[in-house]
C-alpha cells in the first residue's frame, strides 16, 4: 500500500465545500471526504506550527513533548511517524518541511548550525524536495524565470497575486512530488507538506480575484472589552494578531484566504490524477490534516494563537481505499494525536507506548464503543518572554505560567490558564464562545474533566515497568 500524508498549513475545519462551505470550491478535498471518512470534530493540539507538528507527528500532547515554540527542540527519545514507516518496511519521503529543531543533545557540538533554527528536518524523513524558511529553490525558479522575488516566505509570498497560478510555491512543491512519483515503484510512502493556506492572505494569480469580498460572510466579532480575558485584550493590541476593523479590509483578507484553498485544492488534483495515471490509487492510503487553523477575524483576530477553537479546529480526511464505508462523517471528538496509532495500525505495527491519542480504526469501522467526551489542545506563549526572563537556576518560574490548556465538551468549553485564571463557555447557549458559563457546578465539572485528562496522560515512559527479577517488561522496547 502507498502512503500519501498531507498536511495544509493553517486550513480551518470550516473551509471546505464537504464540511458546509457553500462559498468555496474544493472538488478534491470534497471527493476524498466522499471517498473515505470526514473527521468533523477533528483538533490540532497546539500552534503555531512546530508545537502543532510536534504533536501531530509524535502523537504526544504539548504537556508530554515539551515543544512549546517555534525554536523549541524536539527530544530525540520520541519515536515518531517517519520512523514507524519505516519499520514497516517504506523510505519516508518530505515534500515541504517540518518544522523539527534538533535535540541539542544529538548536536555536532555548540556550533552545530542546526541549533541556529527550528526548521530542521523530522528524523526518519529521506528529502524528496526540501522547503526552508527561505524558500531558496522556489526563489531560485522564480529568479530563472525573471522575476525579482527575494528570500523568505513572507516577502516572496506577497508578490503571488502578480503572478500566475502556475508559478506559486503550491504549484512548485507539486511538480516536485509528481516528478519524484514517476521515478517510484509501488509501495511508497510521501509526506506532502504544503505552506499554504498560511499567511501572508495573498492567493496566487487568478486565484487572487476568484472570490467577492462582498460574498464572504464578517466573522465573529469579539465580546465588549469588560468581558475579555486580558490575554484575549493583549493579542486585539498587537498587530501581527489583531484583525482588521475596516468591513473591506477583513472581507478582502478572508477572500485571498479561500482563494489560496482553492488554488492548493486544485493542486491536489493534480496529485491525484498522477497516482491515478500510474493505476495506483485503490492502493494508497491518503490522510489529510493540518497543523493548526486560523482565527481568520473571528473574535477579532487573525493567525493562530489564545483559546478560540478557530485556531485549533482543523479539517480531518482519512482514505483507505481497503475499507468499505465510504462518505461518512465522525462527528465524535478525534485529535491530531490519533492520526500516529492510527497510521501504525494501518500498517500493521505495534502501537508505540508514547502515543497520547487513540487508534481511529473502530470509529473508522463505525464502531462507537468507548470513546473520548471532549477533545483538548494547549498554546504556550512562553517564547514572548523568555529573551527577559532568569534561565539559570533558580530560573524564573513565571514562565512555566505562561501557558494554557483548553478542554472542548460537547455543551461546555473550558480554559485553564497557568497564571491561575480561567475561562468557561456555555455551548448550549451559544456556540460562538462569547457567553459564559455562570453555573458553579458545570464550570466545577469542566475543570475536574482537564484535570483528569492530564493526569490520565502523564508522561510515562518507564511507569508501566517494575524492576523485579523476571518481570515481564524488564528491558522496554521503546518503539
Known amino acids: ?116 533554527s527550528y526548521e530542521g528536518v523530522l528524523p526518519g524523513f529521506a528529502l524528496g524536495h526540501y522547503l526552508p524558511e527561505s524558500q531558496a529553490t522556489w526563489v531560485e525558479y522564480l529568479r530563472d524565470l525573471g522575476y525579482d522575488v527575494p528570500y523568505g516566505w513572507r516577502l516572496s509570498l506577497m508578490g503571488e497575486p502578480e503572478r500566475p497560478a502556475e508559478h506559486s510555491l503550491t504549484s512548485f512543491l507539486t511538480t516536485k512530488f509528481v516528478e519524484w512519483l514517476a521515478t517510484q515503484d509501488s509501495g511508497w510512502f510521501a509526506h506532502l507538506s504544503y505552506l499554504r493556506p498560511h499567511p501572508p492572505y495573498a492567493a496566487a494569480g487568478d486565484y487572487a480575484t476568484l472570490y467577492d469580498p462582498a460574498d464572504v460572510a464578517m466573522p465573529i466579532p469579539p465580546v465588549e472589552a469588560s468581558e475579555r480575558h486580558p490575554l484575549h485584550e493583549m493579542a486585539l493590541g498587537v498587530s501581527a494578531s489583531a484583525a482588521p476593523r475596516e468591513e473591506e479590509a ?67 480526511i482519512w482514505r483507505d481505499p481497503r475499507r468499505t464505508r465510504r462518505g461518512e462523517v465522525i462527528e465524535r471528538f478525534t485529535e491530531n494525536v490519533d492520526l500516529a496509532p492510527t497510521l501504525a495500525d494501518a500498517l500493521g505495527l505495534e502501537i508505540p507506548a508514547q502515543f497520547d491519542g487513540r487508534v481511529l480504526t473502530p470509529l ?79 464550570v466545577l465539572r469542566a475543570a475536574q474533566e482537564m484535570l483528569v485528562w492530564r493526569q490520565e496522560h502523564l508522561e510515562r515512559e518507564y511507569t508501566d515497568m517494575l524492576l523485579e527479577p523476571g518481570r515481564p517488561g524488564r528491558w522496554p522496547a521503546l518503539h
Open 1 to 116: 500500500m502507498n502512503v500519501l500524508f498531507i498536511t495544509l498549513d493553517q486550513f480551518r475545519a470550516d473551509a471546505y465545500g464537504a464540511a458546509g462551505n457553500f462559498l468555496v470550491a474544493t472538488p478534491t478535498l470534497d471527493s476524498l471526504a466522499s471517498e473515505g471518512v470526514r473527521l468533523a470534530r477533528h483538533y490540532s493540539q497546539a500552534a503555531p506550527c512546530s508545537p502543532g507538528r510536534a504533536a501531530l507527528y509524535t502523537g504526544t500532547y504539548q504537556m508530554n513533548n515539551r515543544v512549546v515554540a517555534n525554536g523549541s527542540p524536539l527530544s530525540a527519545r520520541f519515536d515518531n511517524v517517519a520512523m514507524m514507516a519505516r519499520r514497516a518496511g517504506y523510505v519516508p519521503t518530505l515534500f515541504g518541511y517540518t518544522d523539527q529543531g534538533i535535540d541539542p543533545a544529538m548536536a555536532d557540538g555548540p556550533d552545530d548550525p542546526r541549533l541556529d
Open 250 to 316: 477583513i472581507r478582502r483578507l478572508r477572500a485571498q484566504y479561500y482563494g489560496m484553498i482553492s488554488e492548493v485544492d486544485a493542486n491536489l488534483g493534480r496529485v491525484m490524477s498522477a497516482i491515478k495515471d500510474r493505476g495506483e490509487w485503490q492502493d494508497t492510503l491518503v490522510i489529510v490534516t493540518s497543523d493548526h487553523g486560523d482565527q481568520l477575524g473571528d473574535h477579532g483576530l487573525i493567525q493562530k494563537l489564545g483559546f478560540f477553537p478557530q485556531s485549533y479546529h482543523i479539517l480531518g
Open 364 to 442: 473508522l469501522d463505525g464502531e462507537i464503543g468507548d470513546w473520548r467526551t471532549s477533545a483538548h489542545y494547549e498554546w504556550d506563549y512562553r517564547s514572548y518572554f523568555i529573551a527577559e526572563a532568569e534561565t539559570r537556576w533558580p530560573r524564573d518560574r513565571t514562565l512555566s505560567r505562561q501557558n494554557l490548556a483548553v478542554g472542548v465538551g460537547e455543551d461546555i468549553a473550558y480554559v485553564q490558564l497557568g497564571d491561575g485564571t480561567f475561562k468557561c463557555f456555555d455551548l448550549a447557549a451559544d456556540a460562538t464562545w462569547r457567553t459564559e458559563c455562570v453555573d458553579a457546578d458545570r
